[in-house]
Every structure is written in C-alpha cells, then in structure tokens.
C-alpha cells in the first residue's frame, strides 16, 4: 500500500513523521510525495491553537470525499489532535486514530484498518522509541532528534501537557547512538528537540543533562553544529550557557518563549517566572555568549489583557531585542485551566491591533540586528536553492542568509558567504 503523509505544527511532529514513515517503508509499505497516488493518508496534526485544529479538520473533511470517490482506501489521524479527539475522529471521517506517544506501533495500526477494523491507539509506547527505530529522512545533512517527550510545565493556556503527557527522556546512550548511525549516513547537524528541552535527564536522575549531551555529541568528528528546541526559562543552566559559551560545534542560539511582559499575565499563565527574571536571564546568556541569537513565542490578548499588560510586554521586546518573535493571538484549548476558568474577554480586533504593533517593533529590531551583518563574512551550511537559482543556509546563530554562487554546491556543504545587502528578514550575499 502507497501511503501519502501530511504534516502540521512543530518540528516534533515532523520527526514523528519521520519516524512512522521509516517504520512503514521497513514494514513493506511505500512513501508517496504525491496525495493522488496514495491508497493512504495520514494527517499528522497540531492542536496548539484553535487555527491549527480547523486547518486538519477540513483536511480531513476533503479527504472524506475523496475516499468516497474512490481515490484514497484509508484515512489516520495521528499527532496531538489524536489525543485530543480520541474516537470522536472516526465518527470524522477517520478509520484509525494512533496517539503521538504510540507511533511506534503504526504499521500494526495500518494493518488492523486495512481489514476494516476502526482503530483508536493512544497507548503510551515512547519507550520503544529507541536509536534503532527505523527514520526515513529525506534530507541527510540535518536531523531532528526527539530526546524528551512530554511536559510537566503546566501552562495554564497550553494543551500540550494533555496531548503529548508527562515528560520522559530518552538515556543519552540511546540518543548517542542514533546520532552515531546519523554520522555513518552522512549527517553534520543535528537538533535534539523537546516542549521543553531543558528539562532533559531529570527523570532519569544519573546526571544526564542536555548540556552534557551537547558535549558528547561534539565528540563526533563529522558533526558540525549542534541546535537545540525549545527552552523554558527556569530550566536553562549555568551549566548549558557555558557549553553553549565554550563549544564550537553549539549553535549560538537559544529560543526562549516568554509568552509575556505582564507579570499579572505570566502568573495567569502559570509561567514560573517574571518579565525582570526573564530579563535577566537573556543578560546572562549574552554577558557569556556574546554572539548569542535569542529569540521567542509571545501570546497576544491573554484572558484580561489590558492595555498596561501590552505595553509592559511592548517595554520587554524593547528591552530583549530578540532576533526573532513568533507571535500568536490567543485561542482557548479545550481542557485548559485558562479555558475553564478565565473568559476570553479581549476583543478580536484588539489582539489583531496589538499584534500587528508588535510586530511591526520586531520588524524595526530586526532591520537594525541585521544591519550590523552587512559586509561580514559568514560561515554557511547551504540548506538549499531558490527558484531564481540562489542558494540559502543558515549560519551558527540561526540566521537565513541567501546567496549566490559562481559554482554548484551540495546541501550540507559548509561555505563562507559576504553579506552585501541586509533586510528586516533574510540576509543577502555572495560565496567568497
């Protein structure tokens, strides 16, 4: 059976993707790119917010019609949106379900609802999820690899502890070992990916941290940069800034969501945390990674926001100058505390009016950290091409430069690239 993925939301689930596709194409299945020519499609899905939960609902719903067509013989549901629906996704349209911690079992899944049993399978399987699981990566210079599961955070908006469950790390050895097989199949980078990835090795309470694994797979001669996601305030050490700080192979960039400037707000939220402590961790990092690019998730028109809220978290961006700002308004998750408790007071257009503010200050920021790349020499591992023939990659602080080149390239080859021409956005250059 030819099998088609479709992927939403986080690098978590793309991994996961990885993951169930490498263990299918081992099981005899196929892998199509193309939804015209799969038998099967499996919907991988996001449900951090209300926009991400519609997105795959009416993907579902076309994949529907198009099963009564005659075009496609079976549809899954995998990803937080399985936990979150259960069952109600078969009365959906879909004829199995399989939760986003029981990927491993997905081929006995498939199998199961190829003989017309509707299979609903959210048992909590990450256990298995070991270095020797088959992947299916298509790109071979840059891997995803998950090294703890879950959350334990709690945030007072946030469904993810609901959907993905408690945290669980993997033993580093495990993880070591995939990055070992990574290596013999020609990776140079690698991103170990976590909610919240600080929080790494203290289940497992050996010693294990993210920051001793950082080393570690530094011992690889063949790797060449190290990025990690997504960090949670209190849970970054002295420990991993100094690795960061001291290691060459470390991308010299943190993603700290902050969520907030409004300490009224961040303690609704359930952040662990103020906006002066946050602060004062993003001094810490550049007073000892200097080159340091942090960047950040904010959540526009939280419950009660007032317009003293904004402008704290207006005075905080200012303050933080971060390289990068995602921003969201905000959207009640079933089964939060936020939603359960506080009313979603704030006007539509106020979040959009504050959001569009904010991000035309990030854009300013941006403008102005950029500038100070113009005419520097970068050392970039080119990702890709353009359409118009270019190049693009990133640098060790995460910044996207595009460039030209007078001779052909490979992806993952490491070149050195001027930057003749900065925007709020890409950089723009030349390969030395």
Same mark, same amino acid.
Not at 9 to 18: A, K, L
């Given at each position: 059976?030819?099998?088609?993925?479709?992927?939403?939301?986080?690098?978590?689930?793309?991994?996961?993707?990885?993951?169930?596709?490498?263990?299918?194409?081992?099981?005899?299945?196929?892998?199509v790119d193309e939804l015209e020519l799969a038998d099967v499609v499996i919907l991988n899905t996001c449900v951090v917010r209300q926009k991400s939960q519609d997105k795959y609902h009416s993907a579902l719903g076309q994949l529907v019609k198009l099963k009564g067509q005659g075009k496609i013989k079976l549809i899954g549901v995998a990803g937080c949106g399985s936990n979150l629906e259960?069952?109600?996704?078969?009365?959906?349209?879909?004829?199995?379900?399989?939760? &986003? !911690?029981?990927?491993? %079992? #997905?081929?006995?899944?498939?199998? *199961?609802?190829?003989?017309?049993?509707?299979?609903?399978?959210?048992?909590?399987?990450?256990?298995?999820?070991?270095?020797?699981?088959?992947r299916f990566r298509k790109v071979k210079h840059h891997a995803w690899i998950t090294i703890v599961h879950g959350c334990n955070r709690f945030c007072t908006?946030?469904?993810?502890?609901?959907?993905?469950?408690?945290?669980? &790390? !993997?033993?580093?050895? %495990? #993880?070591?070992?995939?990055?070992? *097989?990574?290596?013999?199949?020609?990776?140079?980078?690698?991103?170990?990916?976590g909610q919240n990835v600080d929080a790494y090795g203290k289940d497992?309470?050996?010693?294990?941290?993210?920051?001793?694994?950082?080393?570690?797979?530094?011992?690889?001669?063949?790797i060449k940069r190290i990025w990690f996601l997504t960090s949670y305030p209190t849970d970054i050490t002295d420990e991993l800034i100094e690795v960061v700080a001291e290691n060459p192979k470390a991308a010299k960039s943190f993603h700290i969501p902050v969520q907030s400037g409004s300490d009224r707000i961040l303690r609704m939220m359930n952040r662990r945390y103020t906006s002066a402590q946050f602060l004062s961790l993003v001094e810490r990092i550049r007073s000892q990674v200097p080159d340091a690019s942090i960047s950040?998730?904010?959540?526009?028109?939280?419950?009660?926001?007032?317009?003293?809220?904004?402008?704290?978290?207006?005075?905080?961006?200012?303050?933080?100058?971060?390289?990068?700002?995602?921003?969201?308004?905000?959207?009640?998750?079933?089964?939060?505390?936020?939603?359960?408790?506080?009313?979603?007071?704030?006007?539509?257009?106020?979040?959009?009016?504050?959001?569009n503010q904010l991000l035309e200050i990030q854009k300013q920021i941006n403008a102005e950290l950029n500038g100070a790349y113009l005419g520097r020499v970068v050392e970039i591992i080119v990702e890709g091409k353009t359409k118009d023939g270019s190049y693009y990659g990133r640098d060790i602080r995460n910044k996207i430069v595009i460039f030209t080149s007078d001779e052909q390239l490979n992806?993952?080859?490491?070149v050195r690239v001027r930057v003749e021409r900065t925007t709020a956005g890409p950089l723009y250059g030349r390969k030395e």
């Open positions: 059976m030819r099998v088609h993925f479709k992927t939403y939301g986080c690098q978590m689930n793309e991994n996961d993707t990885q993951i169930m596709a490498g263990i299918l194409l081992h099981e005899g299945f196929e892998i259960g069952e109600k996704l078969l009365t959906l349209g879909a004829d199995f379900v399989i939760g &986003s !911690r029981s990927i491993v %079992d #997905v081929a006995e899944v498939l199998r *199961r609802s190829a003989t017309g049993e509707k299979v609903v399978h959210l048992e909590d399987r990450t256990h298995l999820l070991e270095a020797d699981i088959p908006y946030c469904i993810v502890p609901y959907t993905r469950g408690r945290e669980r &790390s !993997r033993p580093m050895q %495990d #993880v070591l070992r995939e990055v070992e *097989r990574l290596v013999a199949e020609g990776t140079i980078e690698v991103t170990f990916l497992l309470k050996d010693g294990t941290s993210l920051a001793r694994l950082i080393e570690e797979t530094s011992k690889f001669e063949q950040s998730d904010i959540i526009v028109g939280f419950p009660t926001e007032t317009d003293q809220d904004h402008r704290e978290t207006i005075n905080l961006v200012r303050q933080a100058r971060f390289e990068r700002l995602n921003l969201a308004v905000y959207s009640p998750r079933p089964g939060t505390v936020a939603a359960r408790f506080f009313s979603d007071d704030v006007p539509r257009e106020v979040k959009v009016e504050r959001l992806l993952g080859e490491t």
